[in-house]
């Protein structure tokens, strides 16, 4: 079985980075294949309940590496991860067959629940470099994330996925409290966009009622006369 997986990962690399000209090559020269086979031994000793040598085993390929897998996360066959420097992919992040990852690369939570709370990948996906995508959100078979992406929503199967424009937030709270990553994804959170969107509506709802006035007492002019 190691065996096998050892062989399809060489070659998903080979098909899918034209740099990779040999499996020696793969084998020797590739970290992200090194953090996969780290990061398999680590998730042994997780799943046997010894944690603390677990976490200790992952960070020793995240410093050989400078990818960081937690251990209790879950990878599928044949994953790519092309250059790798950066990456993180937190505990509960579950990735499918065939997936594509670049460096810079961020699957993260958003909250400080102890249940899941990372992304899971679907099959065939590609994740362009520097990508975030936070939360306990599903990104359907065969999406595409491009570079730099900041995904929070759900993305369906198929779908391409890009850019990320930054916009200011409302924020109305009594007390302090801390966000992952920097991103509130709760009730609280106002977006702009909508906001402006529901002031619209309200005044226009007003100059409909306005016109509904003035058409009355039109109506009652005329009957007057």
């Not at 980075?17 to 990061?39: E, I, K, N, Q, T």
Request: glycine share 12%.
């Amino acid at each position: 079985m190691a065996f096998m997986f050892l062989r399809e990962s060489i070659q998903a690399y080979q098909e899918r980075d034209p740099a990779a000209r040999s499996a020696a090559v793969v084998f020797f020269c590739y970290p992200g294949l090194h953090a996969v086979l780290w990061h398999r031994i680590a998730q042994r000793f997780w799943r046997a309940g010894a944690t603390g040598p677990a976490r200790f085993i992952a960070h020793i390929g995240r410093f050989l590496t400078g990818i960081e897998i937690h251990p209790g996360a879950r990878l599928g066959r044949r994953l790519v991860i092309d250059h790798g420097m950066g990456l993180v992919i937190g505990e509960t992040a579950e990735v499918g067959d065939d997936v594509t990852l670049y460096h810079q690369v961020t699957l993260g939570g958003t909250s400080l629940s102890h249940g899941k709370r990372h992304p899971t990948i679907g099959n065939n996906v590609i994740i362009g470099a520097g990508a975030k995508i936070l939360g306990a959100i599903t990104v359907g078979d065969g999406a595409r994330i491009g570079a730099n992406a900041l995904v929070i929503k759900p993305v369906p199967a198929g779908v391409t996925m890009v850019a990320a424009p930054a916009n200011p937030l409302d924020r109305q709270r009594r007390d302090p409290c801390f966000d992952a990553y920097g991103t509130p994804c709760s009730e609280m959170s106002v977006d702009p966009l909508l906001r402006d969107i529901e002031s619209l509506r309200a005044e226009l709802a007003e100059l409909e009622g306005r016109v509904g006035q003035l058409s009355r007492v039109r109506e009652s002019r005329t009957a007057a006369d």
